[in-house]
C-alpha cells in the first residue's frame, strides 16, 4: 500500500526540520558504537565492583563474552501498574540464563501515581517526574557494563522519561516491558456516575469510595485509556515492545512469556550478535509518525502532545504541534474507549486491538511499513498477536475483523474521519483540544470569561452557585513554570454538572487535562503560558472569549486586549510543602509546552 500523502509530507518535514540535530545525533551515537562492547573499556578495578555480588555469573561476567543485559526499574507498589515489576527481576535473570546472558539490575527510577496525586501539592511534581526518571535512568546506565537495557514502566510519566534516557543512550538496544492492565473492574460510565453524583451532594463520601475501589482493584494499569495505556499503544506502534505484548493482564502464563521473549529478544539484538538493533536507530522520524498515528487512532491522551515532543528532541528529531494536527486530520478515529466510549482496555484487546489497529493502519497507507522495530525491519510483525500453543509462545495473525464494532472499526468504517485532537491558535496563543469526545454542537463555544488561579477557586465558585450562564473557565497560572503544570481532573465533574445542566461551557488553561475532560470543551496546553507573560495573563472576568474547534481559533474577543499589561500571580504557595522546594530549578528552567516543557532536553 502507498504511504498517504499526508502522512509522507509530515514526514519529510519532520525530516528536514531536524536534519542537523538527527545528524549531530546520530554522529555521536556512532561513535559510541564505534567505540566497541561498552564493558571492553573498563579496567578490572571497574569490573569487580560492577560484579562483586553476581555470584555464580562473575565469570561469565569477567569474560565479557556473554551479553549483559542492564534492567532499568519503576517497581513500586504504589502503582498498581508497576506492582507486578516486584517478580521481575529473579524471571529476567533465569530467562537470561537460559539465552546464554547474564543481567544485572542497573538502577530504579522514581514512579509517582497521578491517580493518589489529582487535586493535591504533589501533583505539582508530576510532570517534572518524567525528566527526573530520564535523569535517573541516564545515571543507572552511566556504569557503562550493558549490552542491552530492559525498561520496566508502564505509567504516564514512566514511559516517556525512560524513552528519553533510551534515546540518550541511543548506542545501547532497548526493549520495553510492560506489565499489563488489571482486570475489568464496574463499569467506567457507572464511576463517572457517581463521581458527579458526588460533585452535586447527590452521594455520600462512602459510596464515592466503594466506587473508586471497585474501579481501581487489583495489579496492573488503571483500565481506562488514560495517560499509562496510550503509552503502552505507543511502545508497540513505535516498535519498542514485542508484538502484542501491550495489554495481556498481569499475572497470567502469556505475560510471564512475553516478558521472557522481551529478555531472550533483548539478547539476541545486541552488538555481540549478528541483528544489532540499537535504540537510536529505531527512534527516528518514521517511529515518531507512527506513534502520533497510533495516538490519533485511538483517542489517546493529550498528555503525550507534551510527551512525545520531548522524547523526540533527546534523538534528535523536532516535533511541532502543526505536525499532531495534521496528521489528525488525516488519521481516522478507530477505538472507542473510556473517557471517549464505554469500552475498557481488556474489551478493546478483546475486540481486536492493537494487531488489528495495526494492520489497518497499515494497509490505508498511515503506517510507515518499513519503520525498524526490536523484532525486525517491518511493522508488519505487530499485525500478529501472541498465543501459548502448548506452553509454547507463538505468534499468529491478528483478527481481520472487529470483533466488536462498538468499540474498534476498520478505518474504511471509523467512529470519526479524523483523529480529534486539533490545534488552537489566536491571540491567546497556541494550545490543543481534544474533540474526539465532544458533542459536535459543543465545538464551537463563545461566552464571557470567568478567571481563576486555581482548581480550589473554581470548585468555591460552583459550590457558592455563581456559574448560571454560559462560561468559558479560564484557569490561569497552570503551566510549568508556574506550579509544574499539573492535571486538571477534578475539575471534570463540576465542568461535566455545569454542561449537564444547559449550560454551554469550556475551559481554557494553560495546565493539563489529559484525556479527562471528556465530554466537556478544554482548550489545554495554551502557550506560552500566564507566567511567562502569555496573553492568557491579559484575560478579565467577562472577556468574551471564542474557542472554535472547528476553525482551530481561540481568541478574545476585546479591544485593546494586547495593551494591556499583564496579571500578575502570587505564586508562593507553589514553592514549599511536599517536595516542592526540590523543584525550584525545574520551575525556573522548564521550557514552554508546545515544544514538551522539558528541562533536560
Known sequence: MTLHPVIARVTDRIRARSEATRGLYLERMGKAVSDGPVRAHLSCGNQAHAYAAMGAAKPALAAAKAPNLGIVTAYNDMLSAHQPYEAYPALIRGAAAKAGATVQVAGGVPAMCDGVTQGQPGMELSLFSRDVIALAAGVALSHNCFDAALYLGVCDKIVPGLVMAAAAFGHVPAVFVPAG???????????????????????????????????????????????????????????????????????????????VAAVERAAAITALGNDFRPAGEILDERAYVNGIVGLMATGGSTNLVLHLPAMARASGVLLDLQDFADLSEAVPLMAKVYPNGLADVNHFHAAGGLQFLIGQLLDAGLLHPDARTVAGDELAAYRREPVLTGGRLAWRDGPGASLNDRI????????????????????????????????????????????????????????????????????RFQGPQANG??????????????????????????????????????AIHVSPEAAAGGPLARLRDGDLIRLDAVAGTLSVLAEGFEARAPATADLSANEHGIGRDLFAAFRRHAGPADTGAALVI
Open 408 to 475: 474498534l472499526r476498520p478505518a474504511a468504517t471509523p467512529f470519526a474521519a479524523s483523529g480529534g485532537l486539533k490545534l488552537l491558535a489566536g491571540n491567546l496563543g497556541r494550545g490543543v483540544i481534544k474533540v474526539s469526545a465532544v458533542a459536535p454542537e459543543r465545538h464551537v463555544i463563545e461566552a464571557p470569561a470567568r478567571v481563576f488561579h486555581s482548581q480550589n477557586a473554581v470548585k468555591a465558585a460552583f459550590r457558592a452557585g455563581e456559574f448560571t450562564a454560559d462560561t468559558v473557565v479560564v484557569l
Open 485 to 522: 503544570m499539573p492535571e486538571l481532573h477534578s475539575l471534570t465533574p463540576t465542568l461535566s454538572v455545569l454542561q449537564d445542566r444547559g449550560l454551554k461551557v469550556a475551559l481554557v488553561t494553560d495546565g493539563r487535562m489529559s484525556g479527562a475532560s471528556g465530554k466537556v470543551p478544554a
Open 181 to 259: 492492565p488489571m482486570t475489568s473492574g464496574i463499569p467506567n460510565d457507572e464511576k463517572s456516575r457517581v463521581r458527579n453524583a458526588f460533585a452535586e451532594g447527590r452521594a455520600s463520601r462512602e459510596e464515592l469510595m466503594a466506587a473508586e475501589m471497585a474501579s481501581y482493584h487489583g495489579p496492573g494499569t488503571c483500565t481506562f485509556y488514560g495517560t499509562a495505556n496510550t503509552n503502552q499503544m505507543l511502545m508497540e506502534v513505535m516498535g519498542l515492545h514485542l508484538p502484542g505484548a501491550s495489554f495481556v493482564n498481569p499475572g497470567t502464563p502469556l505475560r510471564e512469556a512475553l516478558t
